[in-house]
T-cell receptor, first 112, second 116 residues
Framework: QQQVKQSPQSLIVQKGGISIINCAYENTAFDYFPWYQQFPGKGPALLIAIRPDVSEKKEGRFTISFNKSAKQFSLHIMDSQPGDSATYFCAASKSGYSTLTFGKGTMLLVSP | DTAVSQTPKYLVTQMGNDKSIKCEQNLGHDTMYWYKQDSKKFLKIMFSYNNKELIINETVPNRFSPKSPDKAHLNLHINSLELGDSAVYFC???????????????FGNGTRLTVT
């Protein structure tokens, strides 16, 4: 049973465009939603995270939008750059002592 | 450098062999993990240790045996390797197993295991 569904599987965006990756979760006990970024040959690294008490969190060009009623959250990358080309994973967990459940990942390619 | 480091980076071996992957973190974390990333990039947790104690053991064949000599080290030993074990194995650590922006998972750079 996949508890976090991520789409699309892959995404090509032109430089300067907006990249949007969507995730949906099933477990209503989840209350911590991070996004991880993974470059080839490297481990995933935390990019940005949100808790359900806010509907949006912005850090630079990266924004998480959260819709609690729909059990969905998304990552928006504004002014996408070739250096943003990576695999992005959404994840979810309960806060406190818990483990992350990851989505299946989205391979983003930003063309110059 | 403060980091999660794992060795070797690449491991090529034949079916039936036994191999080990080592992991060390100098972040002062007390919880360490092994994740498996398959060819489709899906990340799945295998084990979690807190202060040298096994706290999560997902449905993993018992050919996989983690060992934590202290809270800064978590090794993974794999017996009787099979073709399906080919994947990238990531070690990770966190503080107290807590999930928060202030205590993210820190991943190593992975060990690519190829079983021929």
């Amino acid at each position: 049973q996949q508890q976090v569904k991520q789409s699309p599987q892959s995404l090509i965006v032109q430089k300067g465009g907006i990249s949007i990756i969507n995730c949906a979760y099933e477990n209503t006990a989840f209350d911590y939603f991070p996004w991880y970024q993974q470059f080839p040959g490297k481990g995933p690294a935390l990019l940005i995270a949100i808790r359900p008490d806010v509907s949006e969190k912005k850090e630079g060009r990266f924004t998480i939008s959260f819709n609690k009623s729909a059990k969905q959250f998304s990552l928006h990358i504004m002014d996408s750059q070739p250096g943003d080309s990576a695999t992005y994973f959404c994840a979810a967990s309960k806060s406190g002592y818990s483990t992350l459940t990851f989505g299946k990942g989205t391979m983003l390619l930003v063309s110059p | 450098d403060t980091a999660v480091s794992q060795t070797p980076k690449y491991l090529v071996t034949q079916m039936g062999n036994d191999k080990s992957i080592k992991c060390e973190q100098n972040l002062g974390h007390d919880t360490m993990y092994w994740y498996k990333q398959d060819s489709k990039k899906f990340l799945k947790i295998m084990f979690s240790y807190n202060n040298k104690e096994l706290i999560i053991n997902e449905t993993v064949p018992n050919r996989f045996s983690p060992k934590s000599p202290d809270k800064a080290h978590l090794n993974l030993h794999i017996n009787s390797l099979e073709l399906g074990d080919s994947a990238v194995y990531f070690c990770a650590s966190s503080l107290a197993g807590l999930q928060s922006p202030n205590s993210p998972l820190h991943f190593g750079n992975g060990t690519r295991l190829t079983v021929t």
